[in-house]
């Protein structure tokens, strides 16, 4: 994509990945929306950053959605790069008893959230000279932690969901860009420095630079092998993954 002249909204733009785009496109020249559900958290980014707009959405709200998008296209016409990024990960362990109302949050979050507000905006995208639709999914859309099923299964269908959306909108001005993250420290479960995730700062610099190649999935080449996860033969990719990990837990 073109990573100058966008009118960008991003959703879980206060903090961790989303904050972090939201500033580099800033710094970029582009104006930028954020969107969040902490009312404070979106004053702040505001402060910091005189010029970007802050605006509230609870992400598993449906009505929530249709009012922020029917909002935001009239005050921001030239809106055209949407950046669908919020994101909850919970522990669900999948040997146990489900909690349906945890599993219900994650999937109104990761999954049907970015689909419903896509799907709010679209119509207006289409209208746009050029314009992006941007996927955050995750290393585990590909080879899933088992600790966090739901959550595996959410990005595992929402890279499914980007795949289906490109090709049906291949013939308009709307490209479709997915971003698979590996592991970056940021808040999502908890920010604490482990060597083995990527720093933000050094996650963004590179997620940008992929971004502005056209590619149709940007991620780090230290994701490459599980990204490449072997079809058929992906049992012994998955249970090495999980294994690793039940060695060397994520602090929590
Ligand atoms: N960090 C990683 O290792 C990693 C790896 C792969 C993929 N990802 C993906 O990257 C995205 C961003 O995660 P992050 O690591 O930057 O974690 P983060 O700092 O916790 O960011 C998640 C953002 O989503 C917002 N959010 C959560 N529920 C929401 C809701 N119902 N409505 C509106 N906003 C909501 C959060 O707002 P509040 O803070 O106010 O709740 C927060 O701003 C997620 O989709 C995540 O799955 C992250």
Known sequence: MQLTGNTVFITGGTSGIGRGLAEAFYRLGNKVIVAGWRKALLDVIAAENPGIDGVELDITDHEDIARVAARLTQSHPSLNVLINNAGIMPFDDPSGAVDDAVSRRIIDTNL??????????????????????????????????????????????????????????????????????????????????????????VFIERTMAGLATDAREVFVDEIKALRDNPGSGEHALVDAFNLDLVANPIPV
């Open 112 to 201: 049907l959230g970015p689909i419903r507000l896509t799907s709010a905006l679209l119509g207006h995208l289409k209208k746009q000279p050029r314009a992006t639709i941007i996927h955050n999914t995750s290393v585990l859309a590909y080879v899933p932690i088992a600790t966090n099923a739901v959550y595996s299964a959410t990005k595992a269908a929402l890279h499914s969901y980007a795949l289906s959306r490109r090709f049906m909108l291949r013939d308009t001005r709307v490209a479709v860009q997915e971003i698979a993250p590996p592991w970056v420290d940021t808040d999502l479960i908890r920010k604490s420095g482990d060597p083995r995730a990527m720093p933000l700062d």
